[in-house]
């Protein structure tokens, strides 16, 4: 079955920054990719998604990059602000949402 | 997006007591799900609820540790029985909204529980 792992566990960086969150993928088949933000709490929360036919996607400060060759893909957020501060999670799944698998998450502090 | 409701949001709980969480969606939804967050990790799938028959397990977790029903579309429960302190963690309730071919999920703000 699939597996997803995630790196750093944490990071911190200063307000301003910019930070990435970075996940590889084992399973070939999965194509649609997810990124989740959970606030200390609450539940998890969609924040960006890709899918395979596109190798990257952009929402304001935050963008995510696929590379399906190497099975990996990236979070990347800009110009961080205190309220980025959360613990994020990547995910991958399969056409026909056989499974939603998680990584291990990154708790991220933005000091001001 | 639908609006999902947990109860309790958190409880705690003597060891070997059965403690049922309920799941309301605002709309109608394909399919539901429950994940356990054990403190600290990631997220776990349970089980999909399946409307008007047996929920499909994920491997390592059984139908008498974890009794789920789920009678309508916008309605769900889990059981966690016979409870020890390790069974201690967050349950998320999430719900897909939209056919095959979009992934997206929702989640509810979970329940807390911890068994003592």
């Known amino acids: 079955g699939e597996n997803v792992e995630q790196h750093p566990s944490t990071l911190s960086v200063q307000e301003g920054d910019s930070a990435v969150i970075k996940c590889t993928y084992s399973d070939s088949a999965s194509n649609y990719f997810p990124w989740y933000k959970q606030e200390l709490g609450k539940g998890p929360q969609l924040i960006i998604d890709?899918?395979?036919?596109?190798g990257e996607k952009k929402d304001q400060r935050i963008a995510v990059t696929l590379n399906k060759t190497a099975k990996h893909f990236s979070l990347h957020i800009t110009e961080t602000q205190p309220e980025d501060s959360a613990v994020y999670f990547c995910a991958a799944s399969n056409t026909g949402f056989q499974k939603l698998v998680f990584g291990t998450g990154t708790r991220l502090l933005v000091s001001p | 997006s639908a609006v999902i409701s947990q109860k309790p949001s958190r409880d705690i709980c003597q060891r070997g007591t059965s403690l049922t969480i309920q799941c309301q969606v605002d709309s109608q939804v394909t399919m539901m799900f429950w994940y356990r967050q054990q403190p600290g990790q990631s997220l776990t799938l349970i089980a999909t609820?399946?409307?008007?028959?047996?929920?499909?397990?994920e491997s390592g977790f059984v139908i008498d540790k974890f009794p789920i029903s789920r009678p309508n579309l916008t309605f769900s429960t889990l059981t966690v029985s016979n409870m020890s302190p390790e069974d201690s963690s967050i349950y998320l309730c999430?719900?897909?909204?939209?056919?095959?071919?979009?992934?997206?999920?929702?989640f509810g703000a979970g329940s807390r529980l911890t068994v003592l």
């Open positions: 609820a399946n409307q008007g028959s047996e929920a499909t397990y």
């Open positions: 890709i899918r395979s036919n596109v």
């Open positions: 999430s719900v897909r909204l939209l056919p095959s071919g979009a992934n997206v999920l929702t």
